[in-house]
């Protein structure tokens, strides 16, 4: 017995020294490396999905994109690594990834206490329920006594065990890992209900073989801040993924896309905002560590709304609207500080 | 003259450290334990000093605090307002419950197959022989998503059920097979049922006493004495004290009492029926714990022409446990649920004292049994009351039981192998007939060559219902290692607590099967 537990705790030991070599030079290890590793889950489509190439495309990978051509000057240069709701943040922690882009919900627990630090948001979400339409269910107040199956680890299972106690109604939870493992459940009629972030619910919907046959109940009952995260102190890595999604947002703020970047960062215009974000007046690239076309190297992929409307806009399956993501001068809530 | 001196005193001399073979042992022993003592010291420091470096530290004080969280399946009371700790508990009850399963299962399964495997028949020989093969070959992982996904693609889900031409119902109008587990009948015990429960308990007690005394008697005298009075201890005793019960206590008379704003005084229950439905006016009914009234309550309600739940458009029904029955009845004032049964005694004092006004209904529900079936119905949604076996837990339950059955089943086989087959032929030669002498004979000898690898392969499905993560089955790993070290992030903290929980639940486990495995081996003297 005592030598059991002797080698247990040397494999804890072993594992938990194994699990903190992560340095502090993130940016350094990532053009060392040639290569950045960026966190995204483990398949939900319009966010982030390998396509039939296995090649990974959405919206949380076009930021993992951006980033990787600001640094290494190449969208492709990103390993991207798939992450369940359970490992995303250990992945994180330990330095299995460079930073996470992955539906993740802006908290303070996960700011302060976790450790970690979110560069902005880039999409504002609230969590949402999806039930099929035969069921006649028109609100969640009338899920008394539903299954619910629901993403272990994740702010909307805490949500949901919320909502249902505040309004006086029982539920059944039936935990589950992964988004495709919620699809396939809920469509077996395992669960009566899904539940998560609204956006993740539109994506899995469009993915069905009948999506008219299910219905996006009206209530949304969290604000869900989602944004890309890095792990806390080492603010020289986290203000180069903070200000590639700002830059993102700002050119399409400031009207410059993935079509004419090319020509506005060929020489100085007459806008200085631009010729700041473009690299052709200041040096805000060099400040950064990085090239001073750093920004347009970002853009080629798109600026915010041409990713958007890409992967998860009113003309893909996935049909999201606008809403509270569109830019602040249009009614939403982006908005980037500016570039000076 | 010679004068007897003491053999000289060997003084220990620091050379002997390494010189002497008594010695040596030690010194190479003690500076092997140096080494893993500063080797354990610099990995701790090495992590305590990177947890510094990311500015987190080691703390349990998240235990405390609220889970948040909730919980499919709890042996004990729990909710999302309960704290971190009380949701290990249920993951440890929960990983116990399936360890327990499994185990008994497994053994009854590998010892069959094991002695099957020996049969003279070449069918049932080579078909034990497949058994053993394809389980224990192919890992147990896959096993448990087979089940699973067997269980939840294969069965209906409850909304199956449902609707004027369901494709499924119910088996006995109390079983229900559902792609969300299965849900059986649950037992209620009213009064006098822990003492029926106790009676039961004490005649198999009885029982194994006298199949004790009987197998001394059969060995030490050669005389057997008729088995049919173990059954009778068995079975005697329990069912008097359970008809003593249902003749005095079970005869109390009850009432079902309602608002009087849904029923009238002295309406009976057939008419209350018709009236539910014709008013479209749903049920929520006050199930009391432990009261055998309130499930024959609700069964009578449910056995009712005019509910028919199955109907999508007929009265919706649901149900609200109360642990007391002084809770149901504040609960019931409150207007929280409106159907409660109460004795007949008290029921017209209960009635005028509820201030929104509450009838008694004239149909008499007869308490009279100690013990009482809680057949589960469907709800809104699914089927509730009753026990519900979850998909993930027979999932995981078959799964560990058919692996490690196809391991105990070699056991059971090498043991009876290695007892010697003049053991059998002399057995034979006496007259005794096959299965007395591969219970007599054989099988108390192989025990000695089963129990201990038998010992592992019990810890391996304990270890390995962890694997309950596959199936989302809310084991120890589920909450401590998998929900609260995501929502806490207390990574560490969280795993080392689980290291512990498995490492005290081997030792036990080990522990008293040691303890059997001395009682059963060899005795030499």
Redesign the interface.
Known sequence: ?KK???F???T??????AA???SAGTLDDVKARGKLNCGVTTGLVGFAAPDANGNWDGFDVGVCRAVAAAVLGDPAAVEFVPTT??TR??AL?SGEIDMLARNTTWTF??DV???FEFVGVNYYDGQGFMV?K???VSSAKD?????VCIQ??TTT??N???F??SNGIS???????TNAEAQ??YL?????VYTTDASGLAATRAAFEDPAGHVLLPEIVSKEPLGPLV???DNEWGDVVRWTLNALITAEELGVTSANVGELAGAAGDNPEVNRLLGTEGNLGEMLGLDADWAVKALAGGNYGEIFEKNIGENTPVGLARGLNAQWTEGGLLYSPPFR | MTTMTDPPQESFRLSMLLNDTRYRSYTFQFIALIA?IS??AY??S??VQ??R????NISYEFLGEPA?????QRLIEY???SSHWRASIVGILNTLLVAFLACVTATILGVAAGVLRLSNNWLVRKLMAIYVEAFRNVPVLIWIIIIFTVM??VL?????FRGEDATSSMLLDSLAF???GVFVPGLVFGTGGLLVVLTLLASIAGMVFYGKYRTKKLYDEGKELPGWVGWAILIVPTILVYQAFSLTAGQVENRIIVPSEIAAADVSLEQFGERLVTDKTNINYCVVTDSTASALGKKMLLGLPAMELTN?DAVKM?STRFFSMDDAKTAFAAGSCNMLVVPASEAANFASSVETGAVALATNVKDNAPIAFDTPYL????F?DGITVR?SLIALWFALAIYTGAFIAENVRAGIQAISKGQTEAAASLGLRPGRIMNLVVLPQALRVIIPPLISQYLNITKNSSLA?AV?Y?DIT?TLG??T?????R??EC??LL?LFY?VIS?SISGVMNIYNNAVKLKER
């Open positions: 017995m059991s537990v002797i247990g705790a040397l804890v030991a072993g594992m938990a020294a903190s070599v992560a709701g359970k943040f250990t922690a627990s996960r206490d976790l450790k099929p035969d069921l006649g899920l008394d006594g539903a299954t272990t680890g299972e805490l949901l065990a919320d249902f106690r539920y059944e939870p039936v935990p589950i890992e396939q459940q077996a009629g395992a669960c009566d792990r806390h102190g | 893993l080797l354990i990995l701790g090495n992590l990177n947890l470096a990311a500015g987190l948040g969280y909730d919980i499919n909710d999302s307002q939840t693609a209906p889900s409850p909304r199956a559902t792609s969300q999508p649901k709800a809104n949604f699914r509730t998909g993560i989302g809310m589920g998998g929900i070290l995501n929502q806490t992030g990574a560490i795993v080392l290291m490492l030792l």
